[in-house]
């Protein structure tokens, strides 16, 4: 196929709106997992393509050419889905949940959750870290506490992408720095105005709900009842953090992500075998590959214990490479350029650019799922047309984060929605209404994009 070669607009604006519609129906009104609908949507854009001229080997090579661009992130889930497993296998998570619920007040647990994954995040620029050590945890102490897992799964989700958004060590913020060419700390200080008025919002709204809750002195005694079943289950001890906390300085130094992962495992094989009585080489291996298997005598507390392993991270892997394989296959028959070009044409304001920006990552993260794209693909789209209304490119790199990191977790095969989804055990349709931080930033990025400067 020739480089010149792709969909016209108005069959590329038909597809995606056709795409979208599959998707929505397959999802809310026969509630299907989004595999299938994604599949559904590769054979109607492969069927699409055949008769506008493309040859199957070029359509075969984009799929390929998308699901190898998916391989890092495929391999990051794998590892995080072994290290939940091998974390609650050591006691790590078990120990943290324990503390929590000994110190932390029911009705404060959503701020908790907020903050301590907001403050974790800001050190070490990834959710993905924050949400597979503190978040899962906090998830425990609210299945534990009778609190909405879906709300506790929001908090945790808009504190650990606070990071990702504002935080010098996260590689999003960066890209969509560089994408810009701005000083990192420019990008950062202008995305202030976006950030601070979304995260005060859903503080206010999280201390509502948090008051809202009705601790009876049955929870109470339920709590107490799960802390002294994992108690008698799994070791508690202030050892078992050594892992996490590795995890989290290899972060906060900059160590690459893959290898960070692997010394969190590595290093809570080692503590399981000197801490944990009933430990060996069998179980871990079986607690890598399934999540460990606890006998508690209480289901409440096995399902706080048992999860994590590779497998726990499989539907979302296969998500993941449908995705991208839909991606690719977009980016072969020119779909993806051919609404951006037809997009820019009419623009002549600063707000309908930010809009434009806006909109454009968001659009991006649902046809590819990938935070990255929905960066550079607006970005490099965008960026001379910035130049041309002397418009100041801090706008175009904070409406990229705002449209492309934050937008991610909320789209079901995007990679971090369908990271966090399992991760935490709650679906992407679940926690949606309750990730304010995240829907709020755009909407603030589009609004201050019509105000006068």
Not at 37 to 53: E, M
Not at 117 to 132: A, D, Q, R, Y
Request: net charge neutral; aromatic share 10%; proline share 4%.
């Amino acid at each position: 196929m020739s480089n010149e070669k792709r969909l016209s607009f108005s069959i590329s604006a038909f597809l995606f709106f056709s795409i979208l519609l599959i998707i929505f129906i397959c999802l809310f009104v026969f509630h299907a997992d989004p595999h299938m609908p994604l599949l559904i949507c590769i054979g109607f854009l492969a069927v699409v393509g055949v008769l506008q001229g493309f040859t199957w080997k070029d359509l075969e090579n984009g799929i390929v050419s998308g699901i190898r661009s998916g391989v890092q992130p495929l391999i990051v889930l794998s590892l995080i889905g072994i290290l939940i497993g091998v974390w609650e296998y050591s006691g790590a998570i078990p120990t943290v949940t324990v503390y929590a619920l000994n110190i932390i007040e029911p009705q404060f647990l959503l701020l908790t959750a907020l903050i301590s994954c907001l403050i974790i995040s800001s050190l070490v620029g990834s959710s993905f870290t924050t949400v597979s050590t503190i978040g899962v945890a906090l998830i425990g102490v609210a299945s534990a506490a009778g609190i909405p897992l879906t709300w506790v799964a929001g908090a945790v989700i808009c504190g650990a992408c606070f990071g990702d958004k504002m935080s010098p060590l996260s590689d999003t913020t960066n890209f969509a720095a560089g994408v810009g060419e701005l000083p990192i700390f420019k990008h950062i200080r202008h995305m202030t105005g976006t950030t601070i008025p979304a995260l005060l919002i859903t503080v206010l709204l999280f201390f509502f709900m948090g008051r809202s809750l009705t601790i009876t002195s049955g929870s109470i005694d339920n709590i107490r009842s799960i802390v002294n079943g994992i108690e008698n289950t799994v070791d508690i001890s202030f050892w078992t953090l050594l892992s996490p906390l590795l995890v989290i300085v290899l972060a906060v130094r900059r160590m690459p992500v893959i290898p960070s992962l692997a010394a969190g495992i590595v290093s809570a094989g080692i503590i399981a075998a000197l801490i944990q009585p009933d430990a060996g080489i069998s179980s871990f291996l079986s607690a890598m590959q399934k999540g460990p298997v606890f006998s508690a005598g209480s289901e409440t507390v096995e399902n706080i214990l048992n999860r994590g392993g590779l497998q726990s991270m499989m539907g979302s892997i296969s998500l993941i490479i449908i995705a991208f394989a839909l991606g690719g296959l977009m980016e072969k028959t020119g779909l993806i350029t051919s609404l951006l070009e037809g997009v820019i044409k009419g623009i002549r304001s600063k707000g309908r650019l930010v809009f434009s920006t806006v909109s454009s990552s968001i659009a991006m993260n649902l046809l590819t799922g990938e935070q990255y794209l929905s960066i550079l693909i607006p970005g490099q789209s965008f960026k001379n047309l910035y130049d041309k209304l002397g418009i100041d490119r801090k706008h175009l790199s904070r409406s990229l984060e705002d449209g492309g990191t934050l937008v991610n977790p909320m789209i079901p095969w995007g990679v971090s929605g369908a990271f966090m989804s399992s991760a935490l055990g709650v679906p992407v349709t679940d926690y949606l209404p309750f990730v304010f931080f995240l829907y709020l930033s755009p909407i603030f990025s589009i609004l201050f994009g019509f105000r006068k400067q």
